[in-house]
């Protein structure tokens, strides 16, 4: 099976030769091709990508718009990835880069997955987004419960390629754009899940490679129009006879004074909800998904959010640090099945 590989990256040279040899080393076929889509502010990661040595034969893309999405976008357009029957995409920032890992994830798409995604554990004070929004809502829409949907580390078929090329051609002007950034995972998931089985390459070590936190108002602001506008448009499968999820939220002391850096960045970024009368999390990511789902724009929809969101973020890192590893994760599953229960239409069996 031919495999094109396409690295994005900003400003990574501390960590771009590291992963670009493990991915060599996964994929061990001096056939395939590595892209590396850069938009760095120096030429440095650039160079010490073209620096390493590989079997696979390599690409160094530059002068490219900037955006995660629109990187990954621009290599998936070039011919030797079109022409690839499998396309590994692979963080560059990863700290830990592990062969297998990558393997793994071709391997899937090569046994029939439409897509395969990586499922690392997570800290409890991580993966906000993932854990409070992006899970839940994916598993309510659309029955495909992915444990890490936003994971950088993924492997997709040609034609779940072909298919998130087409589609992009096509979304409104707003969603574009969102979907040129961090909106691209959410994208290219929801679009492979029309195709055929995700798979999910669990993992027991925790993923070590730069914060999410700092960027957290651009990941939101890209990432759930794209959530919402496209899983608006399934019809979610009843709640009945659904299992249980399962979510991991390794534990970890969480100094008293990062605590506090976060709460205080939190506080800053919208005006506070108030009163007792505030309608508990979930709740208000199923008013969201019906609002989008009634003709609403999904990034009006998501704008309308964004202070529920961060108030669940909040509440959750002040309660989460004085909770079990165990009470943590039957928190998550419980707010995963309410939203589930808030987009299924009464009477559904």
């Known amino acids: 099976m031919s495999v094109a590989v ?5 400003n990574e040279p501390a960590t771009i030769a590291a992963v670009t040899t493990a991915v060599d080393a996964a994929l061990g076929d001096e056939q395939a091709v590595i892209i590396h889509a850069d938009t760095s502010d120096t030429p440095d990661t650039t160079r010490r990508f073209t620096a390493t040595p590989t079997r696979a034969r390599k690409v160094a893309l530059t002068g ?3 955006g995660k999405g629109a990187q990954i976008l ?3 357009r070039r011919p030797e990835t079109t022409g690839a029957q499998a396309v590994l995409i692979a963080d560059t920032d990863t700290r830990n880069p592990d ?5 793994a994830l071709l391997e899937r798409v090569r046994s029939g997955a439409a897509l395969a995604i990586a499922d690392y554990p997570r800290h409890w004070d991580e993966a906000n987004l993932t854990n409070h929004l992006a899970r839940p809502l994916i598993a309510a829409a659309t029955g495909h419960d992915v444990p890490q949907p936003l994971a950088g580390d993924l492997a997709l078929s040609r034609e779940v390629l072909a298919a998130a090329l087409r589609a992009a051609d096509t979304l409104p002007t707003e969603l574009s754009a969102c979907v040129d950034g961090y909106g691209i995972d959410a994208f290219l998931l929801l679009t492979a899940a029309r195709f055929g089985p995700l798979a999910s390459v669990r993992l027991d070590e925790a993923k070590r490679h730069a914060g999410s936190f700092p960027h957290l108002p651009d990941i939101y602001h890209q ?3 794209v959530l919402l506008h496209l899983t608006a448009v399934w019809n979610p499968p009843p709640a009945r006879g659904l299992h249980a999820a399962v979510y991991r939220a390794a534990d970890r002391v969480l100094e008293p004074g990062r605590l506090q850096a976060m709460l205080t960045t939190l506080d800053g970024l919208a005006p506070p909800l108030g009163g007792y009368d505030e309608r508990p999390w979930p709740l208000p990511a199923a008013d969201a998904w019906h609002a989008v789902n009634s003709g609403i724009p999904a990034s009006e929809a ?5 202070p529920h969101y961060l108030l669940r973020v909040r509440d959750w890192l002040t309660s989460g640090q004085d909770a079990t590893t165990a009470q943590r994760a039957r928190k998550l599953a419980a707010a995963h099945a309410r939203l589930h229960t808030a987009l299924t239409p009464p009477g559904a069996s």
Do not use: D, M
């Open 74 to 76: 621009a290599a998936a």
């Open 99 to 103: 062969p297998a890992v990558y393997r």
């Open 6 to 10: 396409i690295l994005p990256s900003r």
């Open 64 to 66: 490219l718009v900037r």
């Open 223 to 225: 990432a759930v129009p």
């Open 302 to 306: 998501a704008r309308q959010l964004w």
